[in-house]
């Protein structure tokens, strides 16, 4: 069965047959950590890729166990484009545009952390976004960082399709309101430079506003989110990130400071 389209060029949603919605909700019911449940749960879902979105939401919503249900996914994703089966590829997209959501159903989970760090390794995802589906299931205590609240305060600036994009970029949820959206990315950042041990008393970095317009304030800041995520220095060795580090890679853009407290 072939996806039906719609005018503007998008695909509308694929209903399974009544016998197959039945076997894949039974499959999932069912569903264990055991390898051969989780090839089951995967096979079918290749084998029906052009009904792919519902297959994902019967996923997120029969699986009993989520972190099986996670591990289906994983499945799903490694091998959607090394099959040879028409519109498999269309599961990447819809994962991950749901990821986020799915995910805080794990928090604090190490088993989903770990699937995480697997991705990593495949290089299907961006490295932002990888980050960011880190900070929803690995929470860490952290402070507001005063680079976090200049960005903040950006973002209030800024419209609803940056603002969403920025989420979507950097492995958050996409929905609900401008102000709940902002919110999650500053609790994205302020979780990468909890990762890195950062702390305002050690250093903290001034984006100086007089005389600049924000745009190019925003570019700065994402120079440093860059660096911070590990895809913005060429040669740098981050395992343990030093001021001397982030003054290097700073010194390229004017009227960005690092300022140090003794």
Request: charge should be negative; include cysteine.
């Amino acid at each position: 069965m072939e996806p039906e389209y719609t005018k503007s060029g998008k695909t509308k949603q694929c209903l399974l047959s009544e016998s197959s919605e039945k076997q894949f909700t039974n499959i999932l019911k069912n569903l264990t950590f055991e390898r051969k449940k989780i090839f089951e749960a995967m096979v079918f879902a290749i084998k029906n890729s052009d009904c792919a979105l519902k297959v994902v939401e019967m996923i997120e919503e029969f699986s009993e166990d989520k972190l099986g249900g996670l591990y289906v996914i994983s499945d799903i994703l490694y091998n959607c484009n090394k099959v040879n089966i028409e519109y498999s590829w269309s599961y990447l997209p819809l994962i991950e545009s749901r990821l986020p959501l799915y995910l805080e159903k794990l928090k604090n989970s190490a088993e989903a952390l770990n699937v995480i760090n697997i991705w990593e390794t495949w290089g299907i995802f961006d490295t932002k976004y990888l980050k960011g589906l880190k900070s929803i299931v690995d929470e860490k205590p952290s402070q507001n960082s005063l680079l976090v609240i200049k960005y903040k305060e950006i973002l209030n600036y800024c419209d609803d399709y940056f603002i969403k994009n920025k989420c979507k970029e950097f492995g958050q949820r996409t929905d609900g309101h401008k102000e709940q959206q902002i919110l999650r990315i500053s609790y994205f950042l302020n979780y990468i430079i909890a990762s890195w041990g950062i702390k305002d008393d050690w250093v903290y970095v001034e984006v100086q506003s007089s005389g600049t317009k924000p745009e190019n304030i925003l570019e700065k800041v994402d120079k440093i989110i860059d660096m911070l995520t590990g895809t913005g220095i060429q040669g740098e060795e981050l395992d343990a990130l030093s001021i001397q580090a982030i003054k290097k890679h700073l010194n390229k853009y004017p009227e960005v400071y690092i300022c140090q407290h003794s």
